[in-house]
């Protein structure tokens, strides 16, 4: 008679259907993330998704150490990091841009200057512009900029595209989280908040509405109008348009080396009904087209 272990359990499985794996993602990318998250799952009940939300830096670093499978990140590994997998014998990661969103800058609902153009931006952040009243000499304050950590994926883009070489005012200081920023700002009438866009660009979301009572969003004029419009904010079109200068591209950043659950939850995400899932949420999926109209009288 054959008797069966009590002891012997099913090994737990990784398919790209299937299994545990963890997730680091960029803090700015939460809200979409877990829109994604929670439909992957709900499609596939054995699978499971467990997200680590950090600044990008240390999204990255948990990929590189093994902690994470994979990262939600708004740039690819440089070469350093490409190095240090390759002497663990991953020949390289894999980059699967997924999507285009923006940074947002927000102001508190009293402040009525909420139009700003590149430069203003580039010399608030490097301190020449310190008080309000450099830019309207009816606004006196001095100026605060928050962002949501000091490892920010925000501020190392704009440190980037504005050329500011690590160059920024003591004017600007790091909280913990997007969500924080919002709070700041909502309570400090000289603030200006630095976020992801995804925070508050699903109309639908709760969170997002209730945001919108809070704060307001600041356009920016671009160096070069491509396109007459009557809004320079971080919206769909125009960051489709690449016509809102802070745009930047969202990438699934892994280190899977077979076809496991990462690799699924990859496909789902590139997928029509994972683009959907992001062009809902506000942003501008990798693959699938955004429809412009123009109104004329």
Known sequence: MAIACED??????????????????????KPIAEAEKEVFEALYPNAKIQFVFTDEQSAINLVLKDSARMAFVTRKMNNEEENQLK?????????????????????????QDTLFKIEQIKQILNGEISDWSQLNPNHKGPIQVVFDNPASGAIRHLKD????????????????????V??????NKHA???????WISDPDDSLVKYFYKQIRVADI????????????????????????????????VSREAKSGLGTGFASFI??????????????????????TIELTQ
């Open 8 to 29: 012997e359990k099913p090994k737990a499985t990784d398919t790209p259907t299937s299994g545990h794996i963890t997730v680091s993602c960029d803090e700015s990318l």
């Open 87 to 111: 002497s663990q014998n991953i020949a390289r990661s894999r980059s699967i841009k997924i999507a285009y969103d923006a940074i947002a800058f927000i102001l508190n609902q009293s402040n």
């Open 161 to 180: 595209s504005l050329g500011l070489n690590n160059q920024i005012s003591k004017q600007c200081f790091a909280l913990k989280s997007n969500k924080e």
């Open 182 to 187: 919002v709070d700041y700002v909502e309570q």
């Open 192 to 198: 200006i908040g630095i976020i992801g866009i995804s």
């Open 221 to 252: 004029v671009p160096a070069q109008i491509k396109y007459e419009s009557i809004t320079w904010k971080p919206i769909q079109a125009n960051i489709h348009l690449k016509q809102y200068p802070f745009w930047r591209e969202v990438f699934l």
């Open 270 to 291: 590139s997928s029509d009904q994972g683009q959907r899932i992001i062009l809902k949420a506000g942003l501008v999926p990798s693959r699938a087209a955004i429809r």
